[in-house]
Structure formats: structure tokens, C-alpha cells
Nanobody
Framework: QLRLVESGGGLVQFGGSLNLSCAAS????????ITWFRQAPGKEREGISC????????NYADSVKGRFTISRDNAKDTVYLQMNDLRPEDTAVYYC??????????????????????WGQGTQVTVSS
């Protein structure tokens, strides 16, 4: 059973940066793509970035494109989300989720939350204005 643990959230000022981590245990991420989701109070959970199992392909939602960068270290079974130029509207609980996929070059930022196979517990990101 794959277990995902997010870390790196916190309180940051407008324009600041955070680097989230998603560490896997109990299995390998070698055949999983990872999607970062976020959920703000009163809003639906939305996918914001994904990275393929191979690490060669990544996609971003328009709301974070150019500000967030996803990466992964398969040797450490860890995926990162570097978030720069943070804004109050980025305030949310951030989750990483894994989806088994033997096509290691694919990922989807529009995956429905219900389609993902494993989830982390989430980490809070709060951006003050």
C-alpha cells in the first residue's frame, strides 16, 4: 500500500515562496504519475500540476503556470512543488495524489480526484496579503 506524505506548507507573505514535498513509502512511484491538487475553503478540489512517472512531462493549470514548478526525484520517491510569487488566492490545503500508469510519459492535471489511486493527508498553505 503506497503512502504519501506532504510537507513544506506554512504561512507566507504575498510574493513569497514555498517548496512542497510529497514523499512516498510502502512502495515505489516508478509507475505512478503525481498530480498536486489544492482545495480552498468552500471550493472544489482542483488539479494544479502533474508530472509523469518518468519525470519527462509536466503540466500546469493556467492559474499557476509560470509561478509553480513540479519536479521529482525517483531515487528518493519524492515529488516537489516549488511555488513562487504566491498570492492570497493560492491559500488552500495542498494534496499530492498518485495514479498508476504504465505509460511513464503521461500525466493529467485534469484528473478527477476520484480517479487517483493514493492520496496524502494534505498540507496547509496560507498566503497573507
Amino acid at each position: 500500500q503506497l503512502r504519501l506524505v506532504e510537507s513544506g506548507g506554512g504561512l507566507v507573505q504575498f510574493g513569497g515562496s514555498l517548496n512542497l514535498s510529497c514523499a512516498a513509502s510502502g512502495g515505489t512511484l516508478d509507475y505512478n504519475y503525481i498530480t498536486w491538487f489544492r482545495q480552498a475553503p468552500g471550493k472544489e478540489r482542483e488539479g494544479i500540476s502533474c508530472i509523469s512517472a518518468s519525470g519527462t512531462n509536466a503540466n500546469y493549470a493556467d492559474s499557476v503556470k509560470g509561478r509553480f514548478t513540479i519536479s521529482r526525484d525517483n531515487a528518493k520517491d519524492t515529488v516537489y512543488l516549488q511555488m513562487n510569487d504566491l498570492r492570497p488566492e493560492d491559500t488552500a490545503v495542498y494534496y499530492c495524489a498518485a495514479k498508476s500508469n504504465f505509460v511513464r510519459t503521461l500525466c493529467s492535471v485534469t484528473s478527477l480526484p476520484g480517479s487517483m489511486d493514493w492520496w496524502g493527508q494534505g498540507t496547509q498553505v496560507t498566503v497573507s496579503s
